[in-house]
């Protein structure tokens, strides 16, 4: 073999154990994924792949909305492959889920229950005020809560739970205690979801709306009442909640 030959042979050698170093390292960046991964989930805990899917999720639900938040457009922020994100989550729903829990926590971070020199009334009143926030702060966010599974959100179930705690503790009774969170939580649901409902452009051109409530006045009161009102959507909502309020005050 003249030296020629021999020095390809060696470059050839050397191409293959470099290329076998990277397969070896792409592996093992794998393996200590899928352990990061294992670990987080027998822990209950997200890894940090997770939290950057789920941030990158919620900066395009701010962009987007939620009709049109795809597992391929949160991939290519990512610059990873769609697929890569079913290791993940196993589901677009599943991601959503999360998301929905992320929305919450933010929001409820270091929230309590009910002290006993506060009124149970004046503490509900302000803890929905703190759920219409936190769905209020995405488009569609009311849409993302409301169909969230109880697990992953555990911050839902902890909402359920203060307020349980919270009115119990007062005095309320069990059943009546029940019928007005779920109430309260879902008239919030509700309301946050209308909020973010609103016709787009396109279609507020194309409708007369001065004609089509020339057919009811008394609806025609109630909207021009409200028009043009910054803080209407507050008000309404708090004022929704006292009615609740009130209700489980006569039970």
């Known amino acids: 073999m003249d030296e ?3 020095q390809d042979a060696i470059d050839k050698i050397e191409r293959e154990r470099q290329t076998a170093i990277k397969k070896l390292e792409a ?11 294992k670990e987080a989930e027998l822990g209950g805990k997200l890894n940090s792949k997770q939290e950057q899917i789920i941030d990158a999720a919620l900066e395009l639900l701010a962009e987007k909305g939620l009709n049109d938040l795809s597992v391929r457009d949160i991939a ?6 769609a697929p890569a994100l079913y290791w993940y989550f196993k589901s677009k729903s599943e991601l959503v ?4 829990e992320a929305m919450l926590s933010r929001e409820f971070n270091g929230a309590k229950p ?11 009143a302000a803890y929905m005020g703190k759920l219409r926030k936190a769905m209020l702060a995405y488009p569609d966010g009311g849409r993302v809560v409301a169909g969230a599974h109880m697990y992953p959100a555990k911050t839902l179930a902890q909402i359920f739970d203060d307020c349980a705690l919270s009115l119990t503790s007062a005095g309320i009774d069990q ?8 109430t309260a939580v879902h008239f919030t649901f509700g309301f946050v979801i209308e909020e973010q409902s ?3 452009t396109e279609e507020t051109r194309s409708f007369n709306q001065a004609d089509f409530l020339a057919d009811y ?30 209700g489980a005050e006569v039970v």
């Open 4 to 6: 020629q030959s021999r």
């Open 27 to 37: 592996q093992r960046i794998r393996i200590n994924e899928r352990f990061d991964h």
């Open 76 to 81: 290519k922020k990512l610059d990873i492959k």
């Open 97 to 100: 889920d999360y998301m929905a």
């Open 114 to 124: 009910r002290t006993e020199n506060q009124a149970w009334q004046e503490w509900l």
């Open 175 to 182: 059943k009546t205690t029940t019928h007005t969170i779920m």
């Open 198 to 200: 609103s016709p787009r």
């Open 217 to 246: 006045p008394n609806f025609r009161n109630m909207v021009e009442e409200t028009v043009h009102d910054a803080g209407l959507g507050e008000r309404m909502h708090a004022a929704g909640i006292q009615l609740i309020i009130k």
